[in-house]
């Protein structure tokens, strides 16, 4: 599900959407104002006792915890 972190620039509120690619515009929902960002989310995935491909093979540290601002650079 493409569920999306925003910032409402209009109130400081954070709040997350479910987006899908034809939707125009996000709206937010505690003042009803358009001004939102995107913001940047990060993933980590744990499955047993192993980290899953979100893991960096180099260093070992996962998405969630490293610098990158997205998990397509740690493959």
């Known amino acids: 599900m493409p ?3 925003f910032h409402c620039q209009a ?3 954070n709040f997350e959407k ?3 690619g034809s939707d125009p515009d996000v709206e937010c929902p505690h003042c009803g104002q358009k001004r939102v960002e995107k913001l940047m989310s990060t993933c980590n995935a744990k499955v047993g006792m192993k980290m899953t491909a979100t893991s ?3 260093s070992g540290a996962a ?3 490293c610098s ?3 998990c397509s650079t740690c493959h």
């Open 3 to 5: 569920i999306f972190e």
């Open 11 to 13: 109130c400081d509120q």
């Open 18 to 20: 479910l987006v899908f």
């Open 56 to 58: 960096n093979p180099k």
């Open 63 to 65: 998405c969630g915890s």
């Open 68 to 70: 990158s601002g997205s």
